[in-house]
């Protein structure tokens, strides 16, 4: 094959790589589980081992729910996981009133395979709540599938990602969102009888369920939701991740550089944090310098505060589209 060739092959391959990177492979796979796919359903119960320290509880039993959240203790509706802070602990990848009746699928799987151990190992050792040896006991992976909200008829969908796992003492959640197209669901029926103007019910983030702790992601129970593909806390857009097990702890790299290096450029990138800021004051200060938007976990130049509108990264669809498109005018040209 000529190098005319072999470089279109190689650009495609590198996009593919590019999107696997962020969104953990799902679906009709090996190991992976769809839960039923009825309005408001949940997966079965699963178990466990180690448990999962979550605000300082251990739980041994956890539930994908259809609604998008994983719950412990029992299955959780949209009605228990849109209440802040609630009765109901949950990690909320995107607690609203989603119908798989409508559009799309919720995947899972609870994995020992040591291939998914080590990618999500790789993914949080480079940041200092982590030890460098840190070694997963397990994976919890749910994924929710262009996904669409309750008698929907505008054909938008989301699909977002939650990442679970513990080693028996640091418990770790990566919440990534490939595409947010919707973010207000069409069950307000206190708006439809009251005749008031409908509101945003859908969350992000954590709930403690003790009724007094929680910790949102930005834009949560607002318009400013839809956002929410363009912030991180690790510099990737759409992806966040979380030491979880005490209290709720943004990710850091560790401290390499000096103050004069670190010095953060905010000129470039529009911030929208001073509109959509967490409900709860975190334990820790939300500054930490963002990785590369690729995933080396090299920081990269102008970095910014996190939960930042990353505007110069396209969607990962839009990317892929891109590359597929060049890599076929290229081989065109080329043969």
Known sequence: ??????????????????VQCSLLP?????????????????????????????????????????????TFIKAGRFQETT???GNTPAVCGLCTDIDV???????????????????????????????????????????????ATFNSEDNKVDTFQITMTTDGT?????????????????????????????SVRS????????????YLLPGSKSDELINITKLSNVGVAGKFIFRVDSDILPVHLPETT???????DTTTTPTIADNIAPRSTPSTSLTSTPTSPF?????????????TLLTTFPSLSEVMKTCVYLSCVIISQSL
């Open 1 to 18: 094959m000529s190098r005319e060739v072999l470089w279109p092959v190689w650009l495609l391959a590198t996009c593919v790589w590019f």
């Open 26 to 70: 799902y679906g009709d796979i090996e190991g992976h589980t769809a839960t039923p796919g009825i309005d408001d359903g949940s997966g079965p119960s699963l178990s466990l081992q180690p448990p999962f320290r979550f605000y300082g509880t251990n739980y041994s039993t956890a539930f994908v729910n259809n609604d998008g959240s994983v």
């Open 83 to 85: 209440s802040d802070p």
């Open 101 to 147: 009746t409508v559009s799309g699928t919720v995947w899972y799987v609870l994995s020992t395979a040591s291939a998914l151990r080590q990618t999500v190992a790789e993914d949080v050792r480079r940041y200092q709540e982590f030890p460098a040896d840190y070694t997963p006991s397990w994976v919890l992976l749910a994924t929710w599938a262009d996904v």
């Open 170 to 198: 640091a418990s770790v959640v990566i919440l990534f969102y490939e595409r947010i197209e919707w973010v207000y669901d069409n069950s307000d029926f206190v708006a439809a009888y009251q005749g008031t103007e409908p």
């Open 203 to 214: 969350q992000s983030g954590f709930l403690a369920g003790d009724g007094a702790r929680s």
């Open 258 to 264: 000096s103050s004069a290096q670190r010095t953060i």
């Open 295 to 307: 995933c080396d976990g090299t920081p990269h130049s102008g970095a910014t505060p996190v939960y």
